[in-house]
């Protein structure tokens, strides 16, 4: 199969006299080697967190060693490229999505311009048909007979440090956001392709720390954070204290209390961190109205799972964990706060890495009888989709007005969007306590968002221009609407959106700030027997 | 002609060449070129923008702070992509070459070229702003990442387990008294 077109597709039409300043790009992209330097590319996994997950059940993650990318030589294990090689035989034999994947791309180009690291950056190897060509190159030259013959005639390229190198900064400028799916004529997940690339990675011990701490921290103390069980319920009882002061509620959450009828689990950055604090917040009062019958789980303690951006084993490891829990509580089913990834991996990958959940019930409303036929079997049900189906039901009280402060716009988070198809239920509880919110242009909302720019563990500082580059196809449709509209809002349903996007939007446009969905539902939720202060910016107010 | 009614006259020429060389300073830059949709190509439909208006306004005699914004659309997204400081606000300084490379292929317009020397003065301060803007882009991104340090996610990756960091305290606390 030729490979003509990727090339086509590639070739920059730079000519004439270059610039004096030399930005003109003059050679061709199979020419230019990944070159590292500060600010585009993410710190190394520390080899002490490594260390300690290799010693953990169920998973490898060899070569701990301090490395750095800037450096020529990486200290690779002297049998790396075999180890490479096996690795990827293991996974073509093992997914066979992979293999699928591989070969059935016609190199169409209807996913070149869809990315939004390639509208950001210009550089084509942030098309996912290229970025998937680093990886699916090597698997021509060693899998394929037409590649073993001919090799780079036939789309192969030899496997070298260069190209791992290649794949480094490339699998880690992909948030695995799956919007280029959306547009592929064959399905195909480049995603995944990144995961594998990522997982092969491993293999020779180059990870990013700001994936590998979280992981090692949730295995061990149950969330991202490393929070212990007294500090996060420490965080929780602070945060109704600051409820207290505020609504005039008082709230006794329960932690690990066995016969809950529901055990909620939601990103640990929602107890620790702003604006997260304030979505929190808002789930306190919401089942403090409704009189929830749930409780928290210390040890179950972040909805988040970095091991999606790690490896497969690793992601059925942390996503066990949540449902060890439900089981050991005895409770009858999960309600799940705004993540972005927890619900990629508890739809797309939970049934068949922990499932059949069966010791758990087919998730139902208490308060409106409502069953959640679409979690029969994961019995996972999103907080849009439970607050959403209480509004429908009359059963919560909202004052709009109290909401006067927000004009909003509505981010689809990728994963709730692509994952899940969670897109009506977020719009109508946003319609239901904001009075004002615009919907952004067309093709860059629903399954076509545009991600944040810094998901899959890519949230880090020492990233930070190429989360800006990478955001800007977000950023520019907020301001948009921040011009149309003065909107000042940005309401959106994942914990690393509320930290990121708040960063994204200070550099793009500062007017803007980010809340999450039920953050703004506890701001309009009037509650029985309250004392409610004057809170001109609801949640968030600072009362002295 | 004189020369305003000469830039006016080659005013889309003038625009193609420049549009065209500054989107030349991406690897991959057909679809920048080829993409109208403000949305679905962002980096392309900016700069077009903001230079077209800039020449507008420069064309005017405008002052600096009527072309700010102009100069913001360019230059914020410059500022975060992979280029040098001198490689991001060059475009504004090629505004010069262009107009030269554009007048020099007609007979009439080739006589103005020596009335240039005023209007690259201004071309001039539009890259002078052009560098004050760039910095306060660099600022604002140093500042979110301090911002984001302090706002305690750094203790994701640089603290310690919290029982350990107890354990600690009260063991410099025992060491004071």
């Known amino acids: 199969m030729a490979v003509v077109k990727v090339d086509k597709l590639a070739k920059s039409v730079a000519q004439g006299p270059s610039l004096m300043t030399g930005s003109v790009p003059m050679k061709d992209w199979m020419d230019v080697p990944a070159v590292f330097k500060p600010g585009n590319y993410a710190y190394p996994t520390k080899p002490e967190k490594l260390e300690y997950l290799d010693s953990q059940d169920g998973v490898s993650f060899p070569n701990a060693r301090e490395w750095n990318p800037e450096d020529d030589d990486w200290k690779l294990p002297e049998d790396w490229k075999e180890t490479i090689i096996q690795g990827l035989a293991e996974r073509l034999d093992k997914f066979r999505s992979l293999k699928i994947f591989m070969d059935c791309c016609v190199r169409c180009g209807a996913c070149a311009d869809k990315c939004h690291f390639f509208l950001g950056t210009g550089d084509p190897k942030n098309m996912p048909v290229l970025r998937a060509e680093l990886l699916r190159s090597i698997y021509r030259q060693e899998f394929t007979k037409a590649g073993k013959i001919f090799g780079r005639m036939a789309g192969g390229r030899e496997m070298t440090v260069g190209v791992l190198k290649e794949w480094f900064m490339y699998a880690y400028q992909c948030t695995e956001c799956r919007r280029c799916s959306v547009f592929c004529p064959y399905g195909i997940d480049t995603a995944e392709i990144t995961m594998m690339l990522r997982e092969l990675l491993h293999l020779v011990g180059c990870g990013i720390n700001w994936a590998m701490e979280p992981v090692a921290n949730s295995n061990r103390t149950g969330n991202h954070m490393g929070l212990t069980p007294q500090a996060f319920k420490g965080n929780v009882d602070f945060l109704c204290e600051d409820i207290e002061g505020l609504t005039g509620v008082k709230i006794e959450p329960t932690f690990n209390r066995k016969g809950a009828e529901v055990l909620f689990i939601t990103p640990s950055a929602d107890v620790f961190a702003e604006p997260g604090l304030f979505t929190c917040m808002g789930y306190l009062l919401l089942f403090e109205a409704i009189g929830l019958d749930y409780t928290w789980s210390t040890y179950a303690s972040e909805g988040g799972n970095f091991g999606l951006f790690t490896s497969n084993e690793m992601m059925k490891k942390l996503n066990g964990k949540m449902y060890a829990e439900a089981e050991r509580l005895g409770v009858k089913w999960i309600l799940g706060g705004e993540c972005g990834h927890m619900w990629r991996v508890v739809h797309q990958y939970m049934d068949t890495m922990n499932g059949p959940a069966d010791f758990l019930e087919v998730p139902k409303s208490p308060i409106t009888g409502t069953v959640f036929e679409n979690a029969a079997s994961t019995k996972m049900v999103h907080i849009s989709e439970f607050t959403a189906d209480l509004i429908k039901h009359n059963k919560i009280t909202l004052d709009k007005s109290r909401n006067a402060h927000v004009k909003a716009t509505f981010h689809d988070s990728c994963n709730p969007a692509r994952a899940m198809g969670l897109l009506e239920e977020p719009r109508y509880v946003l319609s239901h306590v904001v009075d004002e919110w615009h919907e952004m242009p067309e093709n860059t909302i629903r399954e076509k968002t545009f991600c944040c720019g810094s998901g899959t563990a890519l949230n880090t500082d020492e990233i930070m221009e190429l989360r800006m580059r990478s955001g800007l196809p977000r950023a520019n449709a907020v301001k948009h609407v921040f011009d149309k509209h003065a909107i000042n809002t940005l309401a959106c349903v994942c914990a690393i959106d509320r930290a990121t996007l708040t960063t994204l939007m200070d550099y793009w446009v500062p007017e803007v700030t980010v809340a999450g969905v039920s953050e703004l539902v506890g701001n309009a939720l009037v509650i029985e027997g309250e004392k409610r202060q004057e809170l001109a910016e609801g949640l968030r107010t600072l009362l002295f | ?177």
């Open chain 2, 1 to 177: 002609m004189n020369l305003i009614e000469a830039l006016r006259q080659k005013r889309d020429k003038i625009l193609a060449l420049w549009v065209e060389r500054t989107l030349d300073s991406y690897i991959s830059s057909g679809f920048f070129k080829q993409s109208r949709d403000k949305f679905a190509n962002p980096v392309g439909t900016n700069i077009q923008e903001g230079l077209t208006t800039l020449f507008d306004m420069l064309v005017k005699g405008a002052a600096a702070r009527e072309y700010a914004g102009a100069l913001d659309q360019v230059i914020r997204i410059r500022a975060v992509q992979e280029f040098s400081p001198a490689q991001a606000v060059a475009p504004i300084l090629e505004l010069k070459w262009v107009i030269k490379q554009v007048f020099s292929t007609d007979k009439e317009c080739k006589l103005l070229l020596p009335e240039l020397d005023s209007f690259d003065c201004d071309v001039d301060r539009a890259a002078l702003a052009a560098f004050d803007l760039y910095m306060e882009c660099r600022d604002r991104l140093h500042n979110a990442r301090i911002r984001e340090l302090k706002s305690g996610s750094y203790i994701l990756t640089d603290s310690s387990c919290a029982s350990a960091a107890i354990k600690q305290n009260l063991q410099d606390f025992s060491q004071m008294s």
